[in-house]
């Protein structure tokens, strides 16, 4: 079973500040999901990536299938970014999700 | 498309009581994912689906837990009978076969049982 850690698990920062999250997984995938999640919310998914980078307006999602590991990075962060964010991992067709811990992530205005 | 529906939205039971959750996937997703989400454990995986089909239910936690999906456009989830230790959010989520693209998820059901 694919054991999937995400660092850190909690950060607070500053409004402007570019933010990086860390996932790392122990077994081969063939996917990588970056997932959101507001409090009291549902769960939406930001990025799927299986190699490179991926960029969606602030977002940013790289991976390094080598290394096993992969970064959500946010830049010029702002309050409404704060949220619980979530790195999971599927190991090939269609099945599914093995989750991270998540980052619980606040910026301050 | 609406997106994936969930419902109920909120679910207050006694224990004992049969609760049934209710997933309706995006038209077109083949595959049906059944997830719990808890302070102590995090998202879960409890069973999916391919073409309506259970293809891993390892993750349901006990004979307890049932799911069943009888046509592509829905699927329920059921436990009979309920415990305290089953409150939790409960996520449905759909996305295409294979390519895992479009992966979806659900509003959740809230579920507290007394």
């Known amino acids: 079973k694919n054991e999937v850690e995400q660092s850190p698990q909690n950060l607070t920062a500053q409004e402007g500040e570019f933010i990086t999250i860390n996932c790392s997984y122990s077994?081969?995938?063939?996917?990588l999901h970056w997932l959101q999640q507001h409090p009291g919310g549902g769960i939406v998914s930001l990025f799927m990536?299986?190699?490179g980078k991926k960029k969606h307006g602030r977002l940013i999602a790289t991976i390094n299938i080598q290394e096993k590991h992969s970064s959500l990075h946010i830049t010029a962060s702002h309050p409404r970014d704060s949220a619980v964010y979530i790195c999971?991992?599927?190991?090939?067709?269609?099945?599914?999700?093995?989750f991270g811990k998540g980052t619980h992530l606040i910026i301050q205005p | 498309d609406a997106g994936v529906i969930q419902s109920p939205r909120h679910e207050v039971t006694e224990m004992g009581q049969e609760v049934t959750l209710r997933c309706k996937p995006i038209?077109?997703?083949?595959?049906l994912f059944w997830y719990r989400q808890t302070m102590m454990r995090g998202l879960e995986l409890l069973i999916y689906?391919?073409?309506?089909?259970?293809?891993?239910d390892s993750g349901m936690p006990e004979d307890r837990f049932s799911a069943k999906m009888p046509n592509a456009s829905f699927s329920t989830l059921k436990i009979q009978p309920s415990e305290p230790r089953d409150s939790a959010v409960y996520f449905c989520?759909?996305?295409?076969?294979?390519?895992?693209?479009?992966?979806?998820f659900g509003s959740g059901t809230r579920l507290t049982v007394v």
């Open positions: 999971a991992v599927s190991g090939g067709g269609a099945d599914g999700l093995t």
């Open positions: 038209s077109g997703h083949n595959s």
């Open positions: 990536l299986s190699s």
């Open positions: 689906f391919n073409n309506n089909v259970p293809i891993d």
């Open positions: 989520a759909s996305s295409f076969h294979q390519t895992g693209l479009g992966y979806t």
């Open positions: 077994v081969g995938i063939s996917a």
